[in-house]
């Protein structure tokens, strides 16, 4: 129901996403989509390309006088490198044949990343052909197409927030999930983690990982408030709501692991201190569960409880220092790979990435359940649903 | 390319599952079939019905004189219970009106299920509406399509391996991810682990919860050999395997948590010890990697060492002794779920169904990369893709 | 959002179709399936499968004490030439190696069928691994999915009707669009066409053609009436409805062309006669169009207007007389195609597949507009809609 | 595999649309989508804009050095009246909401075009809102994806043409189906007709219906050359190349009818005058028909014939003179749609769209049957294909 398509390369003239699905009436401005994207740049140990990327954004079409028209929205973010140094990438990726390659190839592929595989997949003897299009850069494009499905998602009461639970060996004590609430404090922090003594002990681990020319990894969790029951469904495998979340936040760059609830702990448990028990609040007329094992998701559904996922993002492979073995693919000739200036982690940003993630299966799902081509209508629908569910014989 | 729908209730009359997009002349037998439904039972802890069940399997289209025919490929599982007991079942599941409901409804929803979120959604006060799809009964059309899969990936040296390396508290030691060779061995095992010690542990642990009424969760290690480099792809997020891995994976019945390769181990790591250094084996003429640390997967995309992945299942939701709470949905009375004579785990069985989604997912990228639709002409397309490798740049 | 995969072949033992993503609460019979079956065999001048042929239907799945449960539904249609028959097919037809091909290999491809193009494509030396599902007994799955979409189309006030407007030379007078009351005056035709003066014509022309071992093509309209305005979209290509009505057309066995409303004639006129003049009913309290022209479709949405569709069948490729020229495939020696005893025309039943066709996309594009999960939300969904519409600026 | 989205309102800041799926290492300049750009232009009879308009195209992104990076290639067509006219333009569509709407709304919808049914549909009392994206402007973006399939296409010996064979009243004589070598004179006709007596007659048509302020509609014929053997398939309904032709054609905006091979035409002959008949020339070692009555398509699939199709566009429903009359939305008055200037016929146009909708189409099989990464890895895998059915029981 809602598509997406994104483009572009990290030092090509721009990135492209259109959004194909999204209701007609939905406020949206470029403003929106500056501020999200200026969340992703967030969190202590980022490397210089972040303090000066400023995202120009120009909405291109789906939207007019400051609503959607239902038509696709194609968004274009401008490299800002671009035109500020024209000689070092106009050319460099260049889309004419006649610009050619204006430098020795990059044939030293780096563990960690795509370039191998990719190389070998497409024929590459330059990893620029592969590192361009794998780079994290175009998480950028996502967090666009994100920032419109939250917007209408929150037409619903529907609102997604993450949070930094662990930066490489420090992990933040456990709380319970945040809410709406709590992200201007958590946008605050400097590695976007509720817990200030984890905070400022994740900050000391990033200056000695930089100090030592290594980087980090670490673990976010993200929990969306808000969502009705009964998004997913149980039905067939590929419309479970879990699953759907698991691709998703999967894709992310760098990302090795997800996991729902309680997750992985859980597999450790026994059954009886593994589930949510279910009551009935009589003043709400709504059903809870006392507990948030499953993560808001029982039978590829959701419960009408908080969902929260947890991803975890191995560290970046690019490092400050000659340890990571590889070979030069002409020469076969052994050497290591390493990178003056690099990020230390990007664990912070990763979850403004995996929010934008959350809200496009979420929305997908809004639109199969609730249809509607207005925001009005899929609100009507939705609200008519919950009128039935509190009226019908469970309410 | 490859699309599979199942269809079925956990006692109706049968499963049913067609398969679309296989080639032509790929070797099929109904024994082939039967064989992994046998595996799909094995395991210690498994409640009566797993004993009884001997699944009656019909191909009903698109194999020919032995070999497929390129069109659809329908295969029912008969419920064997439907002809033995018939009053049991085919009143309660009948598809006829006049049939009508038998019993009163089951109207108290079961914690960790699927029930009140389907009541909810679909507009069911009986849970058996839900139940019987949500059922992990369904997971045998899965391995039946699982099956197709590794048939055909075996024709091009791919194979898929599974072992159980948690259950409850007790963990496998760590060891090299099993190979093929093993698969007999840990098949033969009570709880399918390679580990014999922890297997008796493990054995332990599950006549233990069984003393108390509890269930068990755990964790299985699945990894595919032979899968060639540049399945998957990095240039959309929806196209990269890890995230199509993850999304399939995640769709079994319980499972809460994926990873891939060290997954979440490596976000407590430096980077420096989070990535696979690479090597040329100049004597194979191949590109190696010396850890496995990124599951064969980089970018994205296979790098043509062995995919790894391990999956979390929590413990079954159905216990032997009254401990979670729930309410009535019709009086709202509060009460407890409990279910006499049950599986104590179904760990064992699970990493059958997990080997089922990876080969599925696998072959749907072996169509894309290689197409062709015969055997021999997906075959040939690797052939010439691996020869290019060889003779080109990189080789 | 509806999906249905078909899987069978023609002489084998069953056809299956399994049709995901209906709402619950459907109600459903076998007998409301054997009724469409049933009238796919309608038609002067079919052979005589069509006359013995009973098909044998059981609901596998999916349906409960007489309504959809909204998880997938199996419907087994079995070929009643299987048991009854069982030397002739059961070993032609067997999935077993061991029961080989028995009879020569069909090696003589028939032109205009898909046998040649099919075995180049899939390697085969039998066109009969082709020609068992490249038969129109397929449609006989597409009707049972259709059979479902219909019956919930049927709970919106939507009502699907077909009828033969040629037969060979000859073509029905030109009338408004049959109505749903018309229909049973329309299947009682012998040719399913509402002209009898027509009709008489038609049946002479296929006795005729009988007479001279030929075959006879044809062309049918299909009316949609109830269809509320809005189905569709122009926002892109692949969302119009007259796109997807087209395409689900023409995939119907030797339907060479398709059009929507006036289609073809309407190229030659000039604009000023070309389109519906709009007005506003002030009774009713809806806009109406004073003409037919655009088959209810403008921009690739339902205007509110009857959707009205033709399309246009070739002769059957099968012919009483040795007229066709064609190779044998492994001597390369020239011979005809020709088969004794076969179908004169098939138009009358290919309007009952078109049916179904259209209800099918038609479904499906409630799902997506209206959403729901079950068959009171989504009427509720639409009622909303169509208040909206009437309680609006433009209402 | 080969998947576009486009965006863009027609007098909006530009056009975009993104390509994912090409392969890697295929050749693309920006003059390729210029000319293809230029030809969507052709045609007498088209009104000031067309004159004006210069496409101003950027590629943005997925080629570097000339050629595919196997990344989404996007393309931004801009709006040359954009920067030109900002007055007219800028604030009339803004996507700023202070911009507001500057101009009484549209309210009186326009018979024969999106506008009633989308202001339905999305909730719009301007017209605008709907008409600027159904407009056939959007041609253009789907004209640059055609470009890029096209090239691909060429790199495999696959050639697409078109030609005008009907507008208005005036149809060209019959004759053999243009070749490639053909479309440099057919591209040079005023009216794009292979036929230079009807081409004058096409062209003393449109000046008679511009003089009376009316337009004209017409056909087109679609050519696709060395379209190898076996692209599509007999197995899915959904996977016939005749239904995924019809769809993508009849998406075309104003197409009302589509037509494979004879199409309408055979449905009124008999059997025996209406199928193509095989033989085997053994000179060139492939099977030939000989006729086309198929249009190169047997049961779904490509016989190894040229791929033969016929579109029939309505005439433009903006005319120069007051006949068509509609309602105000808002007052319900009765008033009549006209527009002062404006294009005669599109006919010509309609061609090269046409074209593209078949070179998509087709790249997507070529895809899906042959797979491959790689310009190169395609060819090599078809290459792979054609020996073997040489070489094999068949050949």
Not at 47 to 74: C, K, N, W
Not at 181 to 193: F, K, N, S, T, Y
Request: hydrophobic share 45%; with cysteine; aromatic share 4%.
């Amino acid at each position: 129901m809602l598509r997406f398509l994104t483009a572009g390369e990290s030092h090509g003239r721009a990135l492209v996403v259109i959004v194909e699905g999204l209701p007609a009436g939905l406020e949206v401005t470029v403003a929106d989509i500056q501020e999200e994207l200026a969340r992703r740049r967030l969190g202590y140990g980022r490397g210089p390309r972040m303090r000066f990327e400023v995202d120009e954004v120009t909405l291109q079409s789906g939207v007019r006088h400051g609503r959607t028209l239902g038509s696709p929205v194609a968004v274009q973010v401008a490299n800002t490198e671009w035109d500020r140094n024209p000689d070092k990438w106009q050319r460099e990726m260049s889309v004419a044949a006649e610009d050619g390659p204006t430098r020795i190839p990059l044939t030293q592929p780096r563990p960690g990343h795509a370039d191998l595989a990719g190389m070998q997949k497409y024929g590459f003897v330059d990893s620029r052909d592969v590192l361009e299009r794998a780079s994290a850069r175009e998480t950028a494009a996502r967090v666009v197409a994100g920032t419109l499905a939250k917007l209408w998602l929150a037409t619903l009461g529907v609102d997604i927030v993450s949070h930094v639970v662990r930066i490489g060996a420090v992990a933040a004590s456990p709380g319970p999930p945040p809410a709406l609430a709590d992200l201007e404090r958590i946008d605050a922090d400097e590695v976007r983690c509720g817990d200030p003594v984890a905070s400022a002990a994740m900050v000391a681990e990033i200056k000695d990982a930089a100090k030592e020319g290594d980087s980090l990894g670490g673990i976010v969790e993200i929990v969306a408030h808000g969502v009705p029951v009964g998004l997913g469904s149980h039905v067939h495998w590929d419309r479970k709501l879990d699953a759907l979340l698991a691709g998703a936040l999967m894709s992310i760059q760098a990302v090795k692991a997800v996991e729902i609830g309680d997750g992985w702990d859980v597999a450790g448990r026994r059954g009886s201190a593994a589930h949510d028990p279910i009551t009935w609040d009589a003043e709400a007329q709504v059903y809870r569960r006392t507990s948030t094992r499953a993560g808001g998701l029982e039978g590829g559904m959701t419960s009408g409880e908080p969902v929260i996922a947890r991803v975890a993002m191995k560290p970046l492979a690019s490092l400050n220092r000659p340890v990571l073995g590889t070979v030069d693919v002409l020469t076969k000739a052994e050497t290591v790979s390493f990178k003056e200036r690099t990020d230390v982690t990007a664990v912070p940003a990763m979850g403004v990435v995996a929010e934008t993630m959350v809200a496009l299966v979420l929305a997908d799902e809004v639109a199969r359940k609730f249809g509607g081509d207005t925001v009005a209508e899929t609100r009507r629908n939705r609200d008519g649903y919950l009128a039935a569910l509190r009226d019908g014989p469970l309410g």
